[in-house]
């Protein structure tokens, strides 16, 4: 059996197999057990686990219960889990973004083209009201987001390199959200091309200095409380 370049063989579908394009991939958590931890995501910082949203099982960070910057609890494993032999460097470079929540998707062993989808919802935050999408993490836990900060009404990429996080570039124009609503980001990556979409609208068109290559997973701020869901990631040739 062929691996997709993209994902490796959990993402092959009866097209891909058949040399068309692969399927997307859709990140389920609705069989998960509300209130644990989730086998979908791997949490690297912070808070996060399955919750019921109106009889939805949703992914949930929770920054009211982590205002110190710690590493989730389970860090150490879930950095074997997601870079093997490599996690020392990995946990090291954690601790320097420990303020920022993420947690990784699982099924996704390396994206480098195509789009990544997710619906958000803002539940609160006194500090920060963040939510949006992590992208080309490293195995020494440098890392890329678009997100979307709800203090600010904007879409920003950010880049997280050897400790120091660093403005990128802001959308086009603020867009207020309402909170305790579904929203959607989309991110699209061709190459070194990479654009930011948000509720369908594109905000975001940069050159980014080198190909994206690495796992992918959601991403938060502080004391940000922000549930996600439909994480999917649709893999394109370069």
């Known amino acids: 059996m062929l691996l997709c370049p993209f994902f490796g063989t959990s993402a092959l579908s009866q097209k891909s197999k058949a040399g068309g394009p692969p399927q997307s991939i859709h990140i389920d958590v609705t069989k998960e057990k509300v209130g644990r931890d989730s086998t979908k995501f791997l949490a690297v910082v912070g808070n996060w686990s399955v919750v019921d949203d109106g009889g939805t099982k949703v992914m949930a960070v929770d920054g009211r219960e ?17 870079y093997g032999s490599k996690h020392e460097d990995f ?9 920022f929540p993420y947690s990784v998707a699982n099924e996704i062993k390396d994206f480098q083209n195509g789009e990544i989808t997710v619906k958000f919802k803002m539940i609160s935050g006194k500090l920060d009201k ?13 890392y890329l987001t678009v997100r979307f900060n709800g203090k600010e009404d904007n879409l920003v990429l950010w880049t997280f390199n050897k400790g120091v996080r660093k403005f990128v570039k802001k959308g086009t124009e603020n867009m207020p959200l309402e909170l305790e609503k579904w929203h ?16 369908g609208k594109k905000l975001l068109d940069y050159t980014l200095p080198e190909p994206v290559s690495g796992k992918v997973g959601l991403w938060s701020k502080t ?3 922000s549930y996600f869901k439909d994480f999917t990631v649709t893999p394109m040739k370069s």
């Open 66 to 82: 982590w205002l110190r910057g710690n590493p989730s609890r389970s860090l150490a494993e879930n950095a074997r889990a997601i």
């Open 91 to 99: 946990i090291d470079n954690v601790k320097a973004f420990a303020y």
């Open 223 to 225: 004391d940000s409380v």
């Open 184 to 199: 959607e980001i989309k991110i699209a990556v061709h190459g070194v091309q990479l654009e930011g979409w948000l509720n």
């Open 130 to 142: 963040c939510s949006g999408i992590l992208f080309n993490l490293k195995p020494n836990g440098d």
